[in-house]
């Protein structure tokens, strides 16, 4: 047995895992999460159990077999009214809400040592941005989870329910079996939970990282800001973009050094290349002041204006205005932490994408197929239409928009969450050399560009099975693709309506000229027989 994620003294891990024991406690309860629901009851801990797999399998095979009886149940003798190819479609969408339901579970158990593991990488991330004093707010997961937990019984409530109430007329016991149907559909939302809460945790801490950056440099822009009134003009300070104000930063700064102490003649000509060297822990900075007005009058402590600026910048600042901000040491260790940071939260979504890639590529092919048949039987049936008896719900346009916009959301959500999570990690290079831009020192400039190479080869993203990516490239295509059946299939039904009125009428026809001819042959026969009487 592994011992699993232990909470520690309020740990990252620890308040993460408290933020998430609802969502536990039910996917423990109804066989979604295979782990020990005791010992993370008594002690916090998520741990390897046997029962939690035999209770999961358990739970499948009654799921599925009281499913079974319901779905019979509900279709009752209907099963031979309709054609073969349409009760063949019903039974594939139908069933594959089960089918599902057994994929999400068996995906748990083979991926329970993952999810542990995706835990105490989490702990272990979240303990280095704590001890660098970036934030966590692990109580947004839970506002999360709880909202949609919420929409998902709201919208199984009201799916449910307002086909009970609309299609069974008497209220047994037999009938009553109907319910059954929700907990398959229901546990694959909460499957679907358990991948966006941990998509959208490993992008909330890209954010926390890319928001400390941002306010580091906020609040160093804003104390050189400030110290505009009581700084000399510096010759080299010229509007210049960012690569503009890098090389020549770098330039300058090696001028002044090369003024101070010589280069011996024979390495003249390596002053003129600017290098861009691999960070070396051990090089020491130097800070010295900047030159100021002595005309000026300064304060003896931190001016006012620097009580607005966050705390993430106030350990760069110094008390006298005249001095430059103490960057040193520290920052080198911050940035080279962020950006290992940022590696591991990369291989976290990783361990992420395979443990949920097959249930995403289900649960798209699902969407698709169901939300394009759904919209195509609601147009039959506002068309007056015969509506086969498994698309019954399609009569009804309130319940069909809602089980339409309640697949649609189990598809777009976890998309969305996956695309943004990729946009932020991105970010973070962005964020990092705004900061260099604002410290603007060719050392920083150099640790920046050195990271930099390691953060583009950080690439993070989300696929199903590598069919096609998580993103909303894919949402546009998959509304797309709806889009374009349902136009086909309605193209399909015209053409059968019309073949349809055709015959009627070329029937109809034939029906009129065999009556007039027959009427035409009677008066020819009449007007013989009786000229002949008269001749």
């Given at each position: 047995m592994s011992n699993g994620v232990s909470t520690g003294?309020?740990?990252?891990?620890?308040?993460?895992?408290?933020?998430?024991?609802?969502?536990?406690?039910?996917s423990a309860i109804f066989g979604v999460i295979p782990l020990s629901l005791r010992t993370f009851f008594k002690r916090r801990v998520l741990q390897l159990s046997i029962s939690g797999n035999?209770?999961?399998?358990?739970?499948?095979?009654?799921?599925?077999?009281?499913?079974?009886?319901?779905?019979?149940?509900?279709?009752?003798?209907?099963?031979?009214?309709?054609?073969t190819l349409t009760n063949a479609i019903g039974i594939f969408i139908i069933y594959m809400e089960p089918l599902m339901m057994g994929i999400d579970m068996v995906s748990c158990m083979i991926n329970q040592r993952r999810l542990i593991e995706c835990f105490e990488r989490l702990h272990r991330v979240d303990t280095k941005l704590t001890g660098e004093g970036i934030p966590l707010n692990n109580q947004q997961l839970r506002r999360i989870t709880m909202v949609l937990g919420f929409l998902v019984v709201l919208f199984e409530v009201v799916i449910t329910g307002y086909s009970f109430v609309e299609f069974e007329q008497d209220f047994t016991f037999a009938s009553s079996i109907w319910f059954i149907t929700t907990i398959p559909t229901?546990?694959?939302?909460?499957?679907?939970?358990?991948?966006?809460?941990?998509?959208?945790?490993?992008?909330?801490?890209?954010?926390?990282?890319?928001?400390?950056?941002?306010?580091?440099?906020?609040?160093?822009?804003?104390?050189?800001?400030?110290?505009?009134?009581h700084q000399?003009?510096?010759?080299?300070?010229?509007?210049?973009?960012?690569?503009?104000?890098?090389?020549?930063?770098?330039?300058?700064?090696?001028?002044a050094q090369f003024a101070v102490t010589p280069p011996k003649k024979q390495k003249q000509s390596s002053a003129k290349i600017i290098q861009v060297k691999p960070y070396e822990a051990g090089t020491k900075l130097s800070a010295t002041p900047l030159r100021a007005n002595s005309n000026a009058i300064y304060p003896t402590g931190k001016p006012d204006g620097l009580a607005v600026v966050g705390a993430a910048a106030q350990q760069f600042l110094p008390t006298d205005i005249r001095q430059r901000p103490k960057i040193d040491q520290r920052m080198d260790s911050k940035l080279i932490l962020i950006c290992r940071t940022h590696d591991e939260l990369c291989e976290i979504g990783k361990i992420v994408n395979r443990m949920y890639s097959v249930q995403m590529l289900v649960a798209m092919a699902h969407g698709f197929v169901a939300i394009t048949a759904q919209l195509y039987f609601l147009y039959c049936g506002l068309t007056g239409q015969e509506v086969p008896i498994l698309f019954r719900s399609a009569q009804v346009l309130l319940l069909s928009l809602t089980y339409v916009c309640y697949t649609a959301l189990k598809c777009v959500v976890p998309i969305f969450?996956?695309?943004?999570?990729?946009?932020?990690?991105?970010?973070?290079?962005?964020?990092?050399?705004?900061?260099?831009?604002?410290?603007?020192?060719?050392?920083?400039?150099?640790?920046?560009?050195?990271?930099?190479l390691k953060l583009l080869n950080h690439h993070l993203n989300f696929s199903a099975c590598g069919f096609f990516d998580l993103d909303m490239t894919t949402l546009y295509a998959i509304t797309g693709a709806v889009t374009s059946y349902l136009i086909i299939l309605i193209q399909f039904n015209l053409a059968a309506i019309q073949k349809t009125t055709g015959n009627a009428t070329l029937t109809t026809n034939a029906s009129s000229t065999t009556t007039a001819l027959a009427l035409i042959d009677g008066v020819s026969t009449a007007l013989t027989t009786y000229s002949s009487r008269n001749l």
């Open positions: 003294g309020g740990g990252g891990g620890g308040a993460m895992l408290e933020a998430l024991r609802d969502l536990f406690y039910v035999v209770w999961i399998v358990c739970n499948m095979v009654v799921y599925t077999a009281l499913y079974h009886v319901a779905t019979t149940n509900y279709i009752k003798d209907d099963w031979g009214s309709q054609k229901a546990l694959n939302s909460v499957c679907r939970i358990w991948f966006i809460i941990l998509v959208h945790a490993i992008r909330q801490r890209f954010n926390a990282m890319n928001e400390h950056m941002n306010e580091i440099a906020q609040g160093l822009q804003q104390f050189k800001d400030q110290q505009q009134g000399e003009t510096d010759p080299y300070d010229v509007p210049l973009d960012y690569l503009e104000r890098e090389i020549f930063t770098v330039y300058t700064q090696r001028k969450v996956c695309w943004k999570t990729k946009t932020d990690s991105r970010r973070t290079g962005i964020e990092m050399h705004y900061l260099a831009n604002v410290i603007d020192e060719s050392h920083y400039y150099e640790v920046v560009n050195h990271l930099s």
